[in-house]
T-cell receptor, first 114, second 112 residues
Framework: GAVVSQHPSWVICKSGTSVKIECRSLDFQATTMFWYRQFPKQSLMLMATSNEGSKATYEQGVEKDKFLINHASLTLSTLTVTSAHPEDSSFYIC??????????FGPGTRLTVL | GDSVTQMEGPVTLSEEAFLTINCTYTATGYPSLFWYVQYPGEGLQLLLKATKADDKGSNKGFEATYRKETTSFHLEKGSVQVSDSAVYFCALIQRGAQKLVFGQGTRLTINP
């Protein structure tokens, strides 16, 4: 199957700092990628759709200025959590669809804000 | 709107037991259906999929059949192993759409 990577796999930061998470499709191109947030023992919550060459589309209730998304190329999307606070601590997962519409997920990034 | 409903967990079984995790969906048309598995601390891995009615997806001993008449996609395995312990997500996607619709997930624990 297709491979999606994320970096870093975990990060600990101080409150007020910004954190960037990268999502890469390693063996295919993706004009669209998705960013999810997952709370412990819960399902995935779609945060936004990342579109190569254009603005991201955010789901209702997700703060655009807090979660900045940039889709720089056909293989890379980044999520920046700005001015992070403890309530932003979570597991963030990205996914990318292949041409067959099957989505492949990254391994996730665990963010802990102190 | 479209939705997916999974049987509530957690589900606990002994090794070599038969597994069924129920999944039903509500959707217009003919969506594609998926099962994803999430091991502790990891992202989701595609387990199997089916794209049209009566298709059977299979992988690693798991099977699921796309049943249009009952709008179901139940996951089954004949003999589970401890290594199958994980959270299983049923999901659908409409043709031409890109957003997956997930069920709530079912946590499975297999005891030796």
């Amino acid at each position: 199957g297709a491979v999606v990577s994320q970096h870093p796999s975990w990060v600990i930061c101080k409150s007020g700092t910004s954190v960037k998470i990268e999502c890469r499709s390693l063996d295919f191109q993706a004009t669209t990628m998705f960013w999810y947030r997952q709370f412990p023992k819960q399902s995935l919550m779609l945060m936004a759709t990342s579109n190569e060459g254009s603005k991201a589309t955010y789901e209702q209730g997700v703060e655009k200025d807090k979660f900045l998304i940039n889709h720089a190329s056909l293989t890379l999307s980044t999520l920046t959590v700005t001015s992070a606070h403890p309530e932003d601590s979570s597991f963030y997962i990205c996914s990318a669809p292949t041409r067959t519409d099957t989505q492949y997920f990254g391994p996730g990034t665990r963010l802990t804000v102190l | 709107g479209d939705s997916v409903t999974q049987m509530e967990g957690p589900v606990t079984l002994s090794e070599e037991a038969f597994l069924t995790i129920n999944c039903t969906y509500t959707a217009t048309g003919y969506p594609s259906l998926f099962w994803y598995v999430q091991y502790p601390g990891e992202g989701l891995q595609l387990l199997l999929k089916a794209t049209k009615a009566d298709d059977k997806g299979s992988n690693k001993g798991f099977e699921a059949t796309y049943r249009k008449e009952t709008t179901s996609f139940h996951l089954e395995k004949g003999s589970v192993q401890v290594s199958d312990s994980a959270v299983y997500f049923c999901a659908l996607i409409q043709r031409g759409a890109q957003k997956l619709v997930f069920g709530q997930g079912t946590r499975l624990t297999i005891n030796p």
